[in-house]
C-alpha cells in the first residue's frame, strides 16, 4: 500500500506540495475574513472551568438565578478606589463623577446595575474599609464574562478610570470578569511567547541535528502548513460543540511541533541512510516508508489515539486536549505525503553542505552502544541499581495542588493588584464569596421558616472559615437587632421594671386601705347593737300603735253611742223642755219661781249644748275614723321599719363577715404583689442579663408577622428569597483565600452545618447546595481526580492495543507502559519537590498533573515505539541481544534528537509567563528527559533483554517465521557491497 503510495507521489509530488500550500493559505485567510470560526477567539468565548451541568455548584448556581428573575446580571466587576492613608474628598468626588459616567453609558458598556455607598449608605460598612482608605463600587454586567462585548466594556470601563484619578490614588478593577479577562490576556500572551521560542528552538535544534540549512526546512514546512491548517479543523470542531481551552491551542502547538518534527526526523534520518547505501531517491524513499513508514504511522496512532480517548474524559478542562488528537492526524497526514513529496523534490541536496557518501548513514552512536552494553552485561543489576535510585524520588510526590487562578495572571495586573487590595482591606472572600442555596417544598416566607434562616445563619457565622453570613434575615451580614429576644428583652425590661414598682405601689396602697378598713370595722358593731334595739322600739312603737288603732275604734264605738245617747239627751232635754212649759202653763206660779226659772235655763242650756255636743262628737267620731287608717299604716310603717332595722343589723353582721374576709384577702394579696413585685424585678435583672450576654451566645429571635410585610424587610427578601418563597440563599464570606485548601475543605463542612441547622425546624426538608469560586474548585478537585484515574486508565488501553498490534505481543506493552508509568511518579516527584519545596509554592497547578501525564505517556511512548520498531526489525530468531543492541546504537541519536526537541518545544512554555504552564513544561521536560536516557538507555533494553524470547509471547513462533522471511527480504534487497558490512556490524553487536 505505502509502496503504491510513493510511487504515486513521484508522479505528483509538486501537485501534493502546492494542494498543501493553497489549503493552508485557504483556510488560514478564510478564518481571517471570518468565514470559518477562529480558534482564538473561540477560546475566548469559552467557559474555563468546564464544570459538568449536574454538578451540584451548577446547580445552586442555576437556583440562585432563579431567586429575583428580574435581575439581569450575568457577570460582574468591583472598581478599587485606594488611597494609602485615607481618601481624601476629592477621590470621593471623583469616583462619584465616574459613577455618574458609568450610568449615564449603562445601554453602551451594558451595565445592569452599579452600586455604591453614594447612593445606598447603608453599604457603607461593607463598601468602605474601615481604615477609610478603600472603597468599592459593584458593577453588574448583561453579559457573561467571556463574552467579547464584555470584554471589551471591561477595557472602556479601565480606560475612564484612567481619566483625571487623583495623584496618590489608585483604581482598579477586578472581580469575576477582570480576573477572567486578564487570565485570558495572560495565556494569550504566553502562547505568543511559545510560539516564537518553539519555532526558534526547532530550528536551531534541526540545525545542530542536520548540520544543513535546508533540511530543518522540511520539517518546519510540513509542520507549520500542519499546524495552519490543523487550527482551522480544531477551530469548525469547536464551533460544532468540541471542547478548547486556552490549553488548546499551547498544546497544539507544542505536540505538533514536537512530534511532528520527531516524525520529520526518523524519516529524514532513515533516508539519508538509505541514500548513503547507494539507493536513488526513490527507492531510499520506499524503503524508508516500508521500515519507519510504519513506525512513524504507530507512533502518530498512539499519540492520536491517547488525545482521541481525552474527548471520553467528563471534565471539559480535560477534554480539550482531544483537539491535538484532530492535529495529529492532519501531521500525519502531511508526514505521509507533503515530507515524502518534498523528500522526492531535494533529494540528497536537503543535506547541502554535507555530501552523502556511500555507507555513510547517520551514525551509530557510541554512548547507546555502551548503554547496550552494560544492560546486554547485567541486565537484573541495572534494573535493581536503577529502582532503588529512583523509587525514593517517586515518594517526594503528594499530589499538593492549587486552585489559584490569580497565580497564573500577571502580578502587576490590574485586577490581581485590585484583589490584593480587597484581600488587604476587606478580607479574600468578600470578592468570591460562597452562595449557599437553600429550596423547600413550601414557602419559607413565614415567622418559623425566616427564625430557622436567622439560626442557621448564626450557626454558620460561628463555623471556622467563615467571616461573615449574609441572609435575608441579615442582609448586610449583621444580626438585626430589632428582631432579637435579648434586644426585645432589653427594651421590655424597664417597662418591667415599673410594673414592678407599680405593683409595689398598688401593695402599700392595699396595706393602707386595709388599716382604715380596720379602723372602720369598730364602729360597725355597735351601729349593728343600736339597730336591733331599734327595731325593738319600733315594734314596741308599731305594737303601742296597734293598741292605738284599737283604741281609736273602741273610740269610733263609744263615741257613736255617746252621740246616741247625747240625741237622746237632746231630745229628753227637748221633751223636758216642753214638760217644763206645760208645768209652767199648769202652774203659773213657777214663773216667778226662781228654782223653776233656774231649772228652766238649764233646760234651755242643756237643750242649746246637747246639738253642740252631738255635732263635736260626730265630728270627733269622723276624725277617729280618719285617724285609724293612718295609724294602721304608720303601725304596718314601723313594722317594716323594724323589719329594715333587724335586716340592717343582719346586714351589717354579714358586712363585718365580709369586711373581715376582705381584710384577709387584702393581708394575702398585699404579700401577693410583695412577692410579684420582686419576681417582677428578678425578671427585669435577667432580662437585663440577656440583653447584656446577647453577643456570647446565640440569641433567641422572633420576627413579629407585621415586620414580614414592612418596606425594608420586602427589600431584602427580594434580594435573597424567591417570591413563592421556596427558594432563599446566604452568601457566606469565607476568612481564607477563597483559593486555599482550607477554604475548599471547609465546603462540604458548611453544607452540613447548614443542613444539620435545619433539623427539627419549620424548613426541615431543605435542600443545600453550594456554588460559587470556592465551591466550584472543590468540586473540580474531586471531578478532575475521578476523571484522571479514569480518562488515564483509557489512554493506557488504547497505547497498550497499539504496541500490541505493533509488537505482536502481550508482554512487551506491559513493561513499556510499566516503565513509563514510574517515569511519570518519579517526574512529579521532582517537579513538586521544585516548584512547592524550593520555590514555595502552595502547590502544583491542578491540571500539571493530568496534562504532564498525558504528554509524558502519549509522547514518551513514540521513542518506545522508535526503539521497540527498530528492536522488532532487527530481530532474528535467538539474537535478542544482538537485536536490541542494534536498535539502540542506530535510534538512539534519533531519539535523543527528537527528545531535545520534543523537549524544546515544550520548555518555551517554561517562558510564557503562566504558572500551569511553566510547570507542565518543566514536568515534561525533566519527564522526557528521564525517560529518553534512564528509561530507554537502561531499564526498557535490560528488561527487554531479560525476557529474552518471551518478548513475543505468545507470538513467539509466528515472531521467528516472521523475522526469518524479514532477512532474507532484506539481503534480497540490500545492495551486494554492503552486505558484508552489515553481516560484520551484527557479529561486532553479538560480542
Same mark, same amino acid.
Not at 460582574?76 to 455618574?100: C, P, S, Y
Not at 520506499?286 to 482521541?308: D, E, P, Q, W
Not at 471547609?746 to 431543605?766: E, K, V, Y
Not at 517537579?831 to 502519549?858: D, K
Given at each position: 500500500?505505502?509502496?503504491?503510495?510513493?510511487?504515486?507521489?513521484?508522479?505528483?509530488?509538486?501537485?501534493?506540495?502546492?494542494?498543501?500550500?493553497?489549503?493552508?493559505?485557504?483556510?488560514?485567510?478564510?478564518?481571517?475574513?471570518?468565514?470559518?470560526?477562529?480558534?482564538?477567539?473561540?477560546?475566548?468565548?469559552?467557559?474555563?472551568?468546564?464544570?459538568?451541568?449536574?454538578?451540584?455548584?451548577?446547580?445552586?448556581?442555576?437556583?440562585?438565578?432563579?431567586?429575583?428573575?428580574?435581575?439581569?446580571?450575568?457577570?460582574?466587576?468591583?472598581?478599587?478606589?485606594?488611597?494609602?492613608?485615607?481618601?481624601?474628598?476629592?477621590?470621593?468626588?471623583?469616583?462619584?463623577?465616574?459613577?455618574?459616567?458609568?450610568?449615564?453609558?449603562?445601554?453602551?458598556?451594558?451595565?445592569?446595575?452599579?452600586?455604591?455607598?453614594?447612593?445606598? &449608605?447603608?453599604?457603607?460598612?461593607?463598601?468602605?474599609?474601615?481604615?477609610?482608605? +478603600?472603597?468599592?463600587?459593584?458593577?453588574?454586567?448583561?453579559?457573561?464574562?467571556?463574552?467579547?462585548?464584555?470584554?471589551?466594556?471591561?477595557?472602556?470601563?479601565?480606560?475612564?478610570?484612567?481619566?483625571?484619578?487623583?495623584?496618590?490614588?489608585?483604581?482598579?478593577?477586578?472581580?469575576?470578569?477582570?480576573?477572567?479577562?486578564?487570565?485570558?490576556?495572560?495565556?494569550?500572551?504566553?502562547?505568543?511567547?511559545?510560539?516564537?521560542?518553539?519555532?526558534?528552538?526547532?530550528?536551531?535544534?534541526?540545525?545542530?541535528?542536520?548540520?544543513?540549512?535546508?533540511?530543518?526546512?522540511?520539517?518546519?514546512?510540513?509542520?507549520?502548513?500542519?499546524?495552519?491548517?490543523?487550527?482551522?479543523?480544531?477551530?469548525?470542531?469547536?464551533?460544532?460543540?468540541?471542547?478548547?481551552?486556552?490549553? +488548546?491551542?499551547?498544546?497544539?502547538?507544542?505536540?505538533?511541533?514536537?512530534?511532528?518534527?520527531?516524525?520529520?526526523?526518523?524519516?529524514?534520518?532513515?533516508?539519508?541512510?538509505?541514500?548513503?547505501?547507494?539507493?536513488?531517491?526513490?527507492?531510499?524513499?520506499?524503503?524508508?516508508?516500508?521500515?519507519?513508514?510504519? +513506525?512513524?504511522?504507530?507512533?502518530?496512532?498512539?499519540?492520536?489515539?491517547?488525545?482521541?480517548?481525552?474527548?471520553?474524559?467528563?471534565?471539559?478542562?480535560?477534554?480539550?486536549?482531544?483537539?491535538?488528537?484532530?492535529?495529529?492526524?492532519?501531521?500525519?497526514?502531511?508526514?505521509?505525503?507533503?515530507?515524502?513529496?518534498?523528500?522526492?523534490?531535494?533529494? &540528497?541536496?536537503?543535506?547541502?553542505?554535507?555530501?552523502?557518501?556511500?555507507?555513510?548513514?547517520?551514525?551509530?552512536?557510541?554512548?547507546?552502544?555502551?548503554?547496550?552494553?552494560?544492560?546486554?552485561?547485567?541486565?537484573?543489576?541495572?534494573?535493581?541499581?536503577?529502582?532503588?535510585?529512583?523509587?525514593?524520588?517517586?515518594?517526594?510526590?503528594?499530589?499538593?495542588?492549587?486552585?489559584?487562578?490569580?497565580?497564573?495572571?500577571?502580578?502587576?495586573?490590574?485586577?490581581?493588584?485590585?484583589?490584593?487590595?480587597?484581600?488587604?482591606?476587606?478580607?479574600?472572600?468578600?470578592?468570591?464569596?460562597?452562595?449557599?442555596?437553600?429550596?423547600?417544598?413550601?414557602?419559607?416566607?413565614?415567622?418559623?421558616?425566616?427564625?430557622?434562616?436567622?439560626?442557621?445563619?448564626?450557626?454558620?457565622?460561628?463555623?471556622?472559615?467563615?467571616?461573615?453570613?449574609?441572609?435575608?434575615?441579615?442582609?448586610?451580614? @449583621?444580626?438585626?437587632?430589632?428582631?432579637?429576644?435579648?434586644?426585645?428583652?432589653?427594651?421590655?425590661? @424597664?417597662?418591667?421594671?415599673?410594673?414592678?414598682?407599680?405593683?409595689?405601689?398598688?401593695?402599700?396602697?392595699?396595706?393602707?386601705?386595709?388599716?382604715?378598713?380596720?379602723?372602720?370595722?369598730?364602729?360597725?358593731?355597735?351601729?349593728?347593737?343600736?339597730?336591733?334595739?331599734?327595731?325593738?322600739?319600733?315594734?314596741?312603737?308599731?305594737?303601742?300603735?296597734? @293598741?292605738?288603732?284599737?283604741?281609736?275604734?273602741?273610740?269610733?264605738?263609744?263615741?257613736?253611742?255617746?252621740?246616741?245617747?247625747?240625741?237622746?239627751?237632746?231630745?229628753?232635754?227637748?221633751?223636758?223642755?216642753?214638760?217644763?212649759?206645760?208645768?209652767?202653763?199648769?202652774?203659773?206660779?213657777?214663773?216667778?219661781?226662781?228654782?223653776? @226659772?233656774?231649772?228652766?235655763?238649764?233646760?234651755?242650756?242643756?237643750?242649746?249644748?246637747?246639738?253642740?255636743?252631738?255635732?263635736?262628737?260626730?265630728?270627733?267620731?269622723?276624725?277617729?275614723?280618719?285617724? +285609724?287608717?293612718?295609724?294602721?299604716?304608720?303601725?304596718?310603717?314601723?313594722?317594716?321599719?323594724?323589719?329594715?332595722?333587724?335586716?340592717?343589723?343582719?346586714?351589717?353582721?354579714?358586712?363585718?363577715?365580709?369586711?373581715?374576709?376582705?381584710?384577709?384577702?387584702?393581708?394575702?394579696?398585699?404579700?401577693?404583689?410583695?412577692?410579684?413585685?420582686?419576681?417582677?424585678?428578678?425578671?427585669?435583672?435577667?432580662?437585663?442579663?440577656?440583653?447584656?450576654?446577647?453577643?456570647?451566645?446565640?440569641?433567641?429571635?422572633?420576627? &413579629?408577622?407585621?415586620?414580614?410585610?414592612?418596606?425594608?424587610?420586602?427589600?431584602?427578601?427580594?434580594?435573597?428569597?424567591?417570591?413563592?418563597?421556596?427558594?432563599?440563599?446566604?452568601?457566606?464570606?469565607?476568612?481564607?483565600?477563597?483559593?486555599?485548601?482550607?477554604?475548599?475543605?471547609?465546603?462540604?463542612?458548611?453544607?452540613?452545618?447548614?443542613?444539620?441547622?435545619?433539623?427539627?425546624?419549620?424548613?426541615?426538608?431543605?435542600?443545600?447546595?453550594?456554588?460559587?469560586?470556592?465551591?466550584?474548585?472543590?468540586?473540580?478537585?474531586?471531578?478532575?481526580?475521578?476523571?484522571?484515574?479514569?480518562?488515564?486508565?483509557?489512554?493506557?488501553?488504547?497505547?497498550?492495543?497499539?504496541?500490541?498490534?505493533?509488537?505482536?505481543?502481550?508482554?512487551?506493552?506491559?513493561?513499556?507502559?510499566?516503565?513509563?508509568?514510574?517515569?511519570?511518579?518519579?517526574?512529579?516527584?521532582?517537579?513538586?519537590?521544585?516548584?512547592?519545596?524550593?520555590?514555595?509554592?502552595?502547590?502544583?497547578?491542578?491540571?500539571?498533573?493530568?496534562?504532564?501525564?498525558?504528554?509524558?505517556?502519549?509522547?514518551?511512548?513514540?521513542?518506545?515505539?522508535?526503539?521497540?520498531?527498530?528492536?522488532?526489525?532487527?530481530?532474528?530468531?535467538?539474537?535478542?541481544?544482538?537485536?536490541?543492541?542494534?536498535?539502540?546504537?542506530?535510534?538512539?541519536?534519533?531519539?535523543?534528537?527528537?527528545?531535545?526537541?520534543?523537549?524544546?518545544?515544550?520548555?518555551?512554555?517554561?517562558?510564557?509567563?503562566?504558572?500551569?504552564?511553566?510547570?507542565?513544561?518543566?514536568?515534561?521536560?525533566?519527564?522526557?528527559?528521564?525517560?529518553?536516557?534512564?528509561?530507554?538507555?537502561?531499564?526498557?533494553?535490560?528488561?527487554?533483554?531479560?525476557?529474552?524470547?518471551?518478548?513475543?509471547?505468545?507470538?513467539?513462533?509466528?515472531?521467528?517465521?516472521?523475522?526469518?522471511?524479514?532477512?532474507?527480504?532484506?539481503?534480497?534487497?540490500?545492495?551486494?557491497?554492503?552486505?558484508?558490512?552489515?553481516?560484520?556490524?551484527?557479529?561486532?553487536?553479538?560480542?
Amino acid at each position: 500500500m505505502l509502496e503504491k503510495w510513493i510511487r504515486l507521489l513521484t508522479k505528483a509530488r509538486w501537485v501534493v506540495v502546492l494542494l498543501w500550500i493553497a489549503l493552508a493559505g485557504g483556510l488560514m485567510a478564510s478564518a481571517q475574513a471570518g468565514w470559518l470560526p477562529d480558534l482564538t477567539q473561540i477560546v475566548r468565548e469559552t467557559e474555563a472551568k468546564f464544570i459538568p451541568a449536574d454538578a451540584e455548584s451548577m446547580q445552586a448556581a442555576a437556583i440562585a438565578g432563579q431567586i429575583n428573575p428580574n435581575n439581569k446580571s450575568r457577570s460582574n466587576a468591583v472598581i478599587v478606589l485606594n488611597r494609602e492613608g485615607g481618601l481624601k474628598d476629592a477621590d470621593r468626588t471623583w469616583l462619584q463623577a465616574k459613577i455618574k459616567q458609568l450610568n449615564d453609558s449603562r445601554d453602551a458598556l451594558e451595565i445592569v446595575n452599579v452600586t455604591s455607598l453614594f447612593d445606598v &449608605p447603608e453599604f457603607a460598612q461593607k463598601f468602605e474599609s474601615k481604615d477609610k482608605s +478603600t472603597v468599592l463600587t459593584l458593577l453588574d454586567f448583561a453579559k457573561p464574562e467571556n463574552s467579547p462585548s464584555a470584554q471589551e466594556n471591561l477595557d472602556t470601563i479601565r480606560d475612564i478610570l484612567k481619566q483625571d484619578l487623583p495623584s496618590g490614588a489608585s483604581a482598579e478593577l477586578t472581580g469575576s470578569a477582570p480576573i477572567s479577562t486578564d487570565f485570558q490576556k495572560s495565556s494569550e500572551e504566553g502562547l505568543k511567547k511559545t510560539e516564537v521560542l518553539t519555532v526558534v528552538l526547532v530550528l536551531v535544534i534541526l540545525l545542530v541535528v542536520f548540520r544543513s540549512p535546508i533540511a530543518p526546512l522540511i520539517p518546519l514546512f510540513t509542520i507549520a502548513l500542519s499546524f495552519l491548517v490543523a487550527r482551522t479543523f480544531v477551530g469548525v470542531a469547536a464551533d460544532w460543540g468540541m471542547p478548547v481551552s486556552s490549553f +488548546t491551542e499551547s498544546f497544539l502547538i507544542a505536540v505538533l511541533f514536537g512530534a511532528g518534527t520527531d516524525y520529520c526526523i526518523l524519516l529524514i534520518q532513515r533516508f539519508r541512510e538509505e541514500l548513503s547505501h547507494g539507493h536513488d531517491r526513490v527507492e531510499a524513499l520506499l524503503r524508508t516508508t516500508r521500515t519507519v513508514g510504519k +513506525t512513524v504511522i504507530f507512533s502518530a496512532s498512539t499519540v492520536l489515539i491517547a488525545f482521541f480517548l481525552i474527548g471520553f474524559a467528563q471534565f471539559g478542562m480535560y477534554q480539550s486536549a482531544v483537539g491535538v488528537s484532530i492535529g495529529m492526524l492532519i501531521t500525519l497526514l502531511a508526514g505521509l505525503t507533503l515530507t515524502p513529496a518534498l523528500l522526492l523534490i531535494l533529494g &540528497p541536496k536537503m543535506f547541502w553542505p554535507v555530501r552523502i557518501r556511500p555507507g555513510q548513514g547517520h551514525g551509530e552512536s557510541r554512548l547507546w552502544g555502551k548503554l547496550a552494553g552494560l544492560s546486554a552485561r547485567r541486565p537484573a543489576t541495572v534494573l535493581l541499581v536503577t529502582l532503588i535510585v529512583t523509587a525514593p524520588i517517586a515518594f517526594l510526590f503528594h499530589g499538593q495542588r492549587s486552585f489559584d487562578d490569580l497565580a497564573e495572571i500577571n502580578p502587576n495586573a490590574g485586577s490581581v493588584v485590585g484583589f490584593q487590595t480587597v484581600k488587604d482591606k476587606f478580607g479574600a472572600g468578600e470578592v468570591f464569596p460562597v452562595t449557599a442555596t437553600i429550596t423547600s417544598a413550601k414557602s419559607m416566607r413565614t415567622p418559623e421558616a425566616l427564625a430557622a434562616i436567622e439560626a442557621s445563619t448564626a450557626v454558620v457565622a460561628k463555623a471556622p472559615h467563615v467571616a461573615e453570613v449574609r441572609s435575608a434575615t441579615r442582609p448586610l451580614g @449583621q444580626q438585626i437587632g430589632e428582631l432579637t429576644v435579648p434586644d426585645q428583652l432589653g427594651k421590655t425590661t @424597664q417597662a418591667t421594671l415599673d410594673i414592678a414598682g407599680g405593683v409595689g405601689q398598688i401593695a402599700s396602697g392595699l396595706g393602707r386601705a386595709r388599716a382604715e378598713l380596720q379602723q372602720g370595722a369598730a364602729p360597725l358593731g355597735e351601729l349593728s347593737g343600736g339597730l336591733t334595739q331599734m327595731a325593738a322600739s319600733t315594734r314596741d312603737a308599731q305594737q303601742g300603735l296597734r @293598741q292605738v288603732g284599737g283604741g281609736l275604734a273602741e273610740l269610733r264605738q263609744g263615741l257613736a253611742g255617746t252621740q246616741q245617747g247625747a240625741a237622746q239627751a237632746e231630745a229628753a232635754a227637748a221633751s223636758m223642755g216642753g214638760d217644763l212649759a206645760q208645768l209652767a202653763e199648769q202652774h203659773p206660779e213657777l214663773a216667778q219661781d226662781p228654782a223653776y @226659772q233656774a231649772l228652766l235655763a238649764k233646760q234651755a242650756g242643756l237643750a242649746g249644748a246637747l246639738p253642740q255636743l252631738s255635732g263635736g262628737l260626730g265630728q270627733l267620731e269622723q276624725g277617729a275614723a280618719a285617724l +285609724t287608717p293612718a295609724v294602721t299604716q304608720i303601725g304596718a310603717g314601723l313594722g317594716q321599719l323594724a323589719d329594715g332595722q333587724t335586716q340592717a343589723a343582719s346586714g351589717i353582721g354579714q358586712l363585718q363577715a365580709g369586711l373581715s374576709q376582705l381584710d384577709k384577702g387584702l393581708g394575702d394579696g398585699v404579700a401577693a404583689l410583695g412577692q410579684a413585685a420582686d419576681g417582677l424585678k428578678q425578671v427585669g435583672a435577667a432580662q437585663k442579663m440577656i440583653a447584656e450576654q446577647a453577643g456570647k451566645q446565640i440569641a433567641g429571635w422572633q420576627i &413579629p408577622a407585621d415586620v414580614i410585610e414592612s418596606a425594608d424587610f420586602k427589600r431584602s427578601l427580594e434580594v435573597y428569597m424567591s417570591p413563592d418563597g421556596k427558594t432563599t440563599k446566604l452568601e457566606i464570606v469565607l476568612s481564607s483565600h477563597p483559593y486555599s485548601k482550607e477554604a475548599m475543605e471547609a465546603i462540604d463542612d458548611l453544607r452540613r452545618t447548614i443542613q444539620m441547622s435545619f433539623s427539627g425546624s419549620a424548613i426541615g426538608d431543605a435542600s443545600v447546595k453550594l456554588a460559587g469560586t470556592t465551591a466550584q474548585y472543590h468540586e473540580l478537585d474531586r471531578i478532575s481526580n475521578d476523571d484522571f484515574i479514569r480518562t488515564g486508565v483509557l489512554v493506557l488501553i488504547g497505547i497498550y492495543l497499539v504496541l500490541a498490534l505493533l509488537l505482536r505481543s502481550v508482554l512487551a506493552p506491559l513493561y513499556i507502559l510499566l516503565s513509563l508509568a514510574f517515569n511519570y511518579l518519579i517526574t512529579m516527584g521532582i517537579v513538586e519537590f521544585i516548584f512547592v519545596q524550593l520555590l514555595g509554592y502552595p502547590g502544583l497547578s491542578w491540571t500539571v498533573s493530568f496534562f504532564v501525564f498525558l504528554m509524558i505517556v502519549a509522547l514518551g511512548v513514540d521513542y518506545s515505539i522508535f526503539l521497540m520498531a527498530r528492536f522488532k526489525e532487527e530481530y532474528r530468531p535467538g539474537g535478542v541481544i544482538p537485536a536490541m543492541a542494534k536498535a539502540m546504537k542506530t535510534t538512539g541519536g534519533v531519539i535523543i534528537s527528537a527528545a531535545v526537541i520534543m523537549g524544546g518545544t515544550f520548555a518555551a512554555f517554561m517562558y510564557s509567563g503562566v504558572n500551569t504552564l511553566v510547570q507542565i513544561g518543566a514536568g515534561i521536560v525533566i519527564g522526557l528527559g528521564l525517560y529518553t536516557t534512564v528509561f530507554m538507555g537502561l531499564v526498557v533494553p535490560a528488561i527487554a533483554m531479560l525476557f529474552g524470547e518471551a518478548n513475543w509471547w505468545p507470538f513467539t513462533r509466528g515472531r521467528k517465521q516472521t523475522a526469518a522471511a524479514g532477512a532474507a527480504r532484506e539481503a534480497a534487497d540490500a545492495p551486494p557491497q554492503l552486505r558484508a558490512g552489515e553481516a560484520q556490524l551484527e557479529l561486532d553487536s553479538g560480542r
